[in-house]
């Protein structure tokens, strides 16, 4: 079953703060994040796994809520380039992402 | 170091011919993925290797999608009578590790427009 993510889109100033979310139906044990450029490929930035785990890649943090089985993405004072499409992922070997929120940071 | 290489980048097949796609995951990576991304949507499952056993084959569409990694390196995924819904970008990743706990490394893409 394919996470859902929210919001579909949102469109920041540079230095505005962002909140991805990430909810699935059934049991999570880990959570990937990815983001994709126009035109590029995924490029991961960071795994979350079971206990309410906070895990950090710059200024971009992300929180695991295993109960809930959400996780979300914490983007703060965003850049020009963290433009892209966030992708989470869940599962096992058969990885099952969500259907990506579109991020556009503008000067 | 090498990154994950796909190819071809772009392949356009009329309806019905056969098509091959290619994979070079990182030396080494021992788990590798295949996944399929229509326009606008996420990267969608196909199957997955562990060296050279394909361990996951639940996401594959059709009878017509076959996938291979004969020595464990390499992969090939073909689809045989194209149809248009194949059109999409076919994503290769690879994984250093057995675990899905860890990160997957993406190739660019193959491009493949079926007309």
């Known amino acids: 079953q394919q996470p859902v993510q929210s919001p579909q889109a949102v469109i920041l100033r540079e230095g505005e703060d962002a909140v991805i979310n990430c909810s699935s139906s059934?049991?999570?044990?880990?959570v990937h994040w990815y983001r994709q450029k126009h035109g590029e490929a995924p490029v991961f930035l960071m795994i979350?796994?079971?206990?309410?785990e906070q895990k950090g890649h710059e200024k971009i943090s992300a929180s695991f809520n295993e109960k809930k089985q959400q996780s979300s993405l914490y983007l703060t004072a965003s850049q020009l380039s963290y433009s892209g499409t966030y992708f989470c992922?869940?599962?096992?070997?058969?990885?099952?992402f969500g259907a990506g929120t579109r991020l556009t940071v503008k000067p | 170091g090498a990154g994950v290489s796909q190819s071809p980048r772009y392949k356009v097949a009329k309806r019905g011919q056969d098509v091959a796609l290619r994979c070079d995951p990182i030396?080494?990576?021992?788990?590798l993925f295949w996944y399929q991304q229509a326009l606008g949507q996420g990267p969608e499952f196909l199957t997955y290797?562990?060296?050279?056993?394909?361990?996951?084959k639940s996401g594959l569409p059709s009878d017509r999608f076959f996938a291979e990694r004969p020595e464990g390196s390499v992969s090939t995924l073909k689809i045989q009578r194209t149809q248009q819904e194949d059109s999409a970008v076919y994503l290769c990743?690879?994984?250093?590790?057995?675990?899905?706990?860890?990160?997957?490394?993406f190739g660019p893409g193959t491009r493949l427009t079926v007309t």
């Open positions: 290797f562990q060296n050279e056993a394909q361990l996951d």
């Open positions: 992922g869940t599962g096992n070997n058969d990885m099952r």
């Open positions: 979350l796994l079971k206990g309410g």
């Open positions: 059934k049991a999570l044990y880990s």
């Open positions: 990743a690879s994984s250093s590790r057995r675990l899905v706990s860890y990160e997957q490394y």
């Open positions: 030396s080494g990576h021992v788990s």
